[in-house]
């Protein structure tokens, strides 16, 4: 059987989680429809980077506004992976993310290493666990923790298969970034992951061209801007595939599959803002053996309804 992850090159809501969480269905709904097993958002994706905000935009990862990503992770035994400020009892403030288990149950990572103004504001988180999702072993990082070699050692170290990083990166940042994480998938035999925003948040203009390494450290797939996208890889034996699927443009009103996803986002919604897709459904392929800058077009498609489409079978 096909392993199909994703990174979401996402454009965030300011502030706004309700509308974030809609968002998110609406990209985890269109991955889902794809076969994707592992869908991952970039840093803070439930409140984009708002980081001087964070005190009243904390998201308890049990709280009853998540649990339509929960359900939806269920019915399309699907793994989602989104951030967002966290806090536990009365201890420090964090930057954190969510895992969404096809069993029900939220799997909770805290940045261990923090960047710039964030060391004002948040305190050093612990990580969290390494997550066996069938057949994919999943490390999960945010961001500057990728900038600490021995984070990705450590993961290796226990036997992931995956090394998904959820970043905020910009146009200085990025070939650093890229290269430290097209370096770990080599060294350490890592398929690894990038998931990075598409539009600016928190007064910072990311780069997007966000992108997925095979164990050899060669390219699978890579978004060439800013758009909001999926970056696929999938991988049949020993072979990966990648594409770059556009996000369709969000009907209001139609988010989810079912009702009971539906009800739960309307019972914990508030203050939704307008979807921000802006472009028409296309596809785009990666050549494995170009650099982490280059992405080659495919012919547009609308919605593939079966990976052969996706990946040009």
């Known amino acids: 059987m096909a392993r199909i992850i994703a990174a979401a090159q996402y454009a965030a809501l300011a502030g706004d989680v309700a509308g974030n969480i809609e968002r998110h269905l609406h990209y985890a709904s269109t991955a889902a429809t794809l076969g994707v097993q592992l869908l991952v958002f970039p840093e803070l994706s439930l409140t984009g980077y708002e980081i001087n905000r964070a005190e009243e935009l904390v998201v308890n990862p049990h709280s009853a506004i998540l649990d ?5 992770a269920r019915e399309s035994s699907m793994t989602i992976v989104a951030g967002a400020p966290v806090r536990f009892g009365a ?28 060391k004002k504001i948040f305190a050093p988180g612990q990580g969290g666990p390494i997550l066996h999702l069938g057949r994919i072993v999943l490390a999960m990082a945010i961001c500057a923790d990728v900038s600490e070699p021995d984070h990705a050692a450590n993961a290796a170290a226990n036997k992931a298969s995956v090394y998904a990083a959820s970043m905020m990166i910009t146009e200085a940042g990025y070939a650093q970034d ?39 450290g060669a390219l699978v797939a890579a978004c060439p801007d800013t758009r909001e996208s999926l970056v696929l890889g999938r991988r049949r034996g020993r072979t990966w595939e990648g594409a770059v699927f556009p996000i369709p443009e969000m009907q209001p009103g139609v988010v989810v599959a079912s009702p ?13 803002s307008e979807d921000r897709g802006d472009f ?24 593939a309804s079966n990976q052969g489409n996706l990946f040009g079978e």
Not at 68 to 72: F, I, N, Q, R, Y
Not at 260 to 272: P, V, W
């Open 68 to 72: 339509p990503l929960k359900a939806l």
């Open 91 to 118: 201890s420090d403030l964090h930057i954190g993310e969510f895992a969404f288990l096809p069993d029900g149950h939220v799997a909770v990572y805290t940045k261990r290493y923090l960047h710039g103004a964030e």
């Open 178 to 216: 890229a290269a430290l994480l097209r370096g770990y998938a080599k060294k350490h035999a890592m398929t690894v992951l990038m998931a990075n925003h598409a539009v600016p948040t928190g007064g910072w203009v990311p780069v997007g061209r966000s992108a997925i390494w095979n164990e050899q």
């Open 260 to 272: 009971e996803l539906q009800d739960g986002l309307d019972n914990g919604s508030q203050n939704r």
């Open 280 to 303: 028409k459904p296309g596809s785009t392929h990666a050549d494995s053996n170009a650099g982490a800058n280059s992405a080659a077009a495919m012919p547009a498609t609308g919605l």
